[in-house]
T-cell receptor
Framework: GAVVSQHPSWVICKSGTSVKIECRSL??????MFWYRQFPKQSLMLMAT?????????EQGVEKDKFLINHASLTLSTLTVTSAHPEDSSFYIC????????????FGSGTQLSVL | GQSLEQPSEVTAVEGAIVQINCTYQ??????LSWYQQHDGGAPTFLSY????GLEETGRFSSFLSRSDSYGYLLLQELQMKDSASYFC???????????????FGPGTRLSVLP
């Protein structure tokens, strides 16, 4: 099956710094990747859809200047949390769809961000 | 828009059978998916139903009734390792989003007791 790699797995940073999270599709090309945020014991909330070669589509209420998304190639999307604050602490997960038949999403392993 | 409802928690014992229900309201429907997520891990795909009826994959089965906007995930011969959160999901119809993103239900936390 398709593999999505996400790095780092966890990161601790000081308030005010920026953090970059990478999401790579290892054995398939993903023109579209999705970035989710998840708080403990809650569901996955879509933040934005990352589109290769064009601007990301952000969900309502998500600050595009704070959560910068770049999809520079068919296998790599990055999410940068700029000027992070403690309320940005969360589990961030990326996913991509295999372009084959079916409705299967493949997820990265997630990044636990803790902002001090 | 899309909205889904699931029970928040279910508890069962090893070897038992458990059913996790999902009801949905969508402006367009392309099928119902199920995902499993262990604590601290990433969601993994379990099943997908586009048509009415039962889909079986080993110990897990998934059912869909489009007329009732309802589906369920059936887990048989429960094992301790099945303790996890289970999410149903539907896809947004084309046009709402370039990438046709998925909307997830609130999740059902399954606890399997010895």
């Amino acid at each position: 099956g398709a593999v999505v790699s996400q790095h780092p797995s966890w990161v601790i940073c000081k308030s005010g710094t920026s953090v970059k999270i990478e999401c790579r599709s290892l054995d398939f090309q993903a023109t579209t990747m999705f970035w989710y945020r998840q708080f403990p014991k809650q569901s996955l909330m879509l933040m934005a859809t990352s589109n290769e070669g064009s601007k990301a589509t952000y969900e309502q209420g998500v600050e595009k200047d704070k959560f910068l998304i770049n999809h520079a190639s068919l296998t790599l999307s990055t999410l940068t949390v700029t000027s992070a604050h403690p309320e940005d602490s969360s589990f961030y997960i990326c996913s991509a769809r295999d372009m084959g038949p079916g409705e299967k999403l493949f997820f990265g392993s997630g990044t636990q961000l803790s902002v001090l | 828009g899309q909205s889904l409802e699931q029970p928040s928690e279910v508890t069962a014992v090893e070897g038992a059978i458990v059913q996790i229900n999902c009801t949905y309201q969508t402006s367009g429907f392309y099928g119902l998916s199920w995902y499993q997520q262990h604590d601290g891990g990433a969601p993994t795909f379990l099943s997908y139903n586009a048509l009415d009826g039962l889909e079986e994959t080993g110990r897990f089965s998934s059912f869909l009734s489009r007329s009732d906007s309802y589906g369920y995930l059936l887990l048989q011969e429960l094992q301790m390792k099945d303790s996890a959160s289970y999410f149903c999901a539907v896809r947004d119809p084309p046009g709402d989003n370039y990438g046709q993103n998925f909307v997830f239900g609130p999740g059902t936390r399954l606890s399997v007791l010895p």
